[in-house]
């Protein structure tokens, strides 16, 4: 490893280089700039961190796996129709391109779709920990009580989400976006409420270019 990752220093990336996954690190142009920390403006993003991230990519797909396609559509189906909420007539996984007012129509809804089908308890109690995150982390202003039930959410969904493990629909939680949810509530008392730093509002702008 040490002579794959020298041969570096002059410009070699040797066949293992690449087959190991690794990439070359360069000297940042920010390395010696006495203010700068790159870490603060790695910020919260609730569209592509929380709705298209730990929700889409990863809790959505893992109940997907868990109920069956088929399943799991016909439980949206079969839900009445009720004024507020959207009806998912042809269920949730024939969805080709989710926006971020798609994630807002189906969480309330969600768990529905899973309470009493569910294999486990605990598939329960994440997914209403992580909504309950969620929806806390858009809140528009927030107060201490507020941050409290935010990190008592996250502290719940970590708490029953092994089961996802041990019901093999998952390998290991070793993911980026899961891991960036610890640091919403210093984000928060560092720069304020989320929703000024939401790219769903950037992508509103960028349909009229």
């Keep these: 490893m040490d002579d ?48 298209q991230g730990i929700f889409k990519d990863h809790f959505k797909k893992w109940c997907m ?22 009806h998912f007539k042809e269920g949730i996984s024939k969805v080709k391109q989710w926006t971020g007012a798609d994630h807002k129509q189906v969480q309330p809804i969600f768990l529905t779709a899973l309470i009493g089908t569910a294999p486990h308890p605990d598939v329960i109690k994440a997914g209403s920990s992580l909504l309950n995150f969620i929806y806390l982390a858009q809140y528009q202003s927030h107060i201490d009580c507020m941050l409290v039930a935010l990190q008592q959410a996250l502290d719940g969904f970590h708490t029953a989400k092994d089961v996802f493990v041990k019901l093999g629909c998952h390998k290991h939680f070793n993911v980026p976006k899961i891991h960036s949810l610890q640091h919403y509530i210093e984000m928060i008392r560092s720069l304020g409420s989320l929703d000024g730093l939401n790219t769903e509002h950037c992508k509103h702008f960028t349909m009229f270019l």
Aim: charged letters at 10%; one cysteine or more; a negative charge.
């Design 4 to 51: 794959t990752v020298a041969c570096t220093d002059t410009g070699q990336y040797p066949p293992n280089f690449v087959a190991q996954g690794l990439q070359p690190i360069f000297s940042p142009f920010w390395a010696d700039l006495p203010h700068a920390d790159i870490f603060t403006v790695i910020t919260s993003d609730i569209l592509h961190q929380l709705h």
């Design 65 to 86: 796996v868990l109920m069956g396609k088929q399943d799991f559509n016909a439980h949206f189906h079969a839900m009445p129709v009720f004024s507020g909420l959207r």
